[in-house]
């Protein structure tokens, strides 16, 4: 079928919307037409090849939408659900029969490898040249095929379905580390650095867990105020503070945080969220990351410290998408207040804007 979709066609280029080719969903697949799909720092990272999927391509992968198809084998869903959309992952190797389908052991080959987990692209041009699918999906378009096992059937219909589809990648990963892997205890302590989506859903996630100091480092003033909305106890402007290490280990607290998460990928606030941590903490790393040197024996061995990188918030995203709905419809993880709409035909717009920090979670709507 004919669609409109965003292609990347070289390193850098802007996005063009066009008209290309979609194919029909094989047996375990289903079509779904996309109503809006999240803007995202790894599909920046794509189409500047730090991250090396074939051009052209079509990216998003945060997308939401309802089902307008599905194969014969499909069973977990109907023509007409509401669904969000995640990663894919092979649901045949350990990881993925041992639910932790975010450590797939063929995560990077289905989600970054340019086709989908049977080797083959769905997409190609008006001029029948194949185009890579990104993360099993490809939602910067109006309709995408994927897995069934890769969607989320949603059942909270008094949200609006173009809300859902960061849910899929920032806010699962953010939310996840804190609630899936982190488990703080009632009363613990926790530093996160970066207040893009990961972050703010990192601190509305230890609020819900009842962190009782919560730590936003980042250098956007109005960013720290939305941080201390959400749930941060306390914030430090990177750009004035100096010390931060020692303004969370010595003024904040009493010998550092249990817990400190770094968003950004930026080595030197790696080392910072590490030393952030007390003895026997425990620093995270969600963001990408450049070469970074640890000196073992100090920075780790000496004060029982760990280094952990999380995937995707250690998600089930079946499971864990409609408990992160529940809290929002209770009013404790309010992550619409990160959200800016777009027009699909303003995507390079939307995408200018996510990296200048004037909207935190730029969401593209297909229509409208």
Known sequence: MKIKAAVTYTKGSPFKIEEVELASPKDDEILVKIVACGVCHTDQAVRFQHIPVPLPAVLGHEGSGIVEQIGKNVTQ???????????????????????????????NAINFGGVQPDGTTRLSTAEGKPLSTFFGQSSFATHVVVNENSAVKILHNDIDLALIGPMGCGIQTGAGAVLNRLRPQFGSTIAVFGCGTVGMSAIMAAK????????????????????????????????????????????????????????????????????????????????????????????????????????????????????????????????????????????????????????????????G
Do not use: W
Request: proline residues 3%; negative net charge; aromatic residues 8%.
């Open 208 to 367: 819900i867990a009842g962190c009782e100091k919560i730590i936003a480092v980042g250098g956007n003033p109005k960013s720290l105020a939305l941080a201390r909305e959400l749930g941060a106890t306390h914030t430090i402007n990177r750009k004035e503070v100096e010390d931060i290490v020692g303004t969370i280990r010595n003024e904040i607290t009493n010998g550092g945080v249990n817990y400190a998460i770094d968003t950004t990928g930026v080595p030197d606030f790696v080392k910072s969220a590490l030393a952030s941590c007390r003895v026997m903490g425990t620093a995270v790393v969600l963001g990408a990351t450049g070469d970074l040197t640890l000196n073992i024996q100090t920075e780790l061995m000496g004060d029982a410290k760990s280094l952990i990188g999380i995937v995707e918030g250690d998600s089930i995203p079946k499971l864990f998408i409609p408990q992160l709905l529940d809290y929002y419809e209770k009013g404790m993880f309010p992550f619409d207040k990160l959200i800016k709409f777009y027009p699909f035909g303003q995507i390079n717009e939307a995408f200018a804007a996510s990296d200048s920090g004037e909207c935190i979670k730029a969401v593209l709507k297909m229509e």
């Open 77 to 107: 869903f109907e023509i007409g659900d509401k669904v969000g959309i995640s990663f894919g992952f092979c649901g045949k190797c350990t990881n993925c029969i041992t639910a932790h389908q975010h450590a797939c052991e063929n995560f």
